[in-house]
């Protein structure tokens, strides 16, 4: 805002400049990098603790007995491919191109949505079977590591919704860039640590 000093005696008006906008955008990716740092240790914590307890099965199933990779390999294709298309929508983003930006988002949350929805059913087609997580440390592992990257799709999926809407209502604001671009660092993330699911807890189990 400009400030205006009159001085009466004088007649005279003086313009102050313009003090300069501050954006809390850079430290707005700053604390989102942090976040994603922090939360890369807690699945390597995940992933070391599956490592140890992997083999522990406690005269329960094994991981050949139980994965059923075509259909995990399905379910990461979905995975991918949501990826590929919020790629492709943050393109449209920078082009400025609103519809074409939220119908890419759109896409890329009800790729999402397929994701978990196979995910939920392989877990109760294992809980059906009885392979709980009390069955043995290796599916109380399983669970863990599998069930904790799930939670962050679900919270994803939430915060892809709720920008569809901003997006809808007030269209490609700085803000909504700004959420938008911390959206596909978290969503890309959690490909990265999907692909490491299906090699490290699929692929490799399946293989034994």
């Known amino acids: 805002m400009t400030i205006q000093l009159v001085n009466k005696d004088a007649g005279r008006v003086y313009h102050l400049p313009e003090e300069a906008h501050q954006h809390s955008g850079g430290a707005t990716m700053l604390g989102f990098w942090i976040y994603l740092m922090s939360d890369a240790l807690i699945f390597a914590s995940l992933f070391a603790v599956y490592g140890v ?40 983003l920078d082009a400025g191109n609103r519809q074409r930006t939220w119908v890419l988002l759109a896409i890329t949350g009800l790729l ?76 890309h993330f959690l490909d990265i640590i999907w692909i490491g699911v299906f090699t490290f807890v699929y692929l490799f189990g399946a293989l034994r």
């Open 53 to 92: 307890l992997s083999r522990n099965y406690a005269g329960g199933p094994a991981p050949q007995h139980l994965f059923e990779l075509p259909l995990v390999a399905l379910n990461t294709g979905f995975l991918l491919a949501s990826s590929i298309v919020l790629s492709i929508g943050m393109r449209a």
């Open 112 to 187: 999402g949505l397929a994701f978990l929805s196979v995910e939920l059913y392989e877990f109760a087609t294992l809980i059906a079977e009885g392979a709980t997580p009390q069955r043995s440390a290796f599916l109380s592992a399983f669970f863990t590591l599998v069930g904790t990257h799930g939670l962050h799709v679900l919270f994803g999926l939430v915060w892809l919704v709720t920008l569809l809407v901003q997006v809808a209502q007030r269209g490609l604001t700085d803000d909504n860039k700004r959420r938008l671009m911390c959206l596909s660092m978290f969503w």
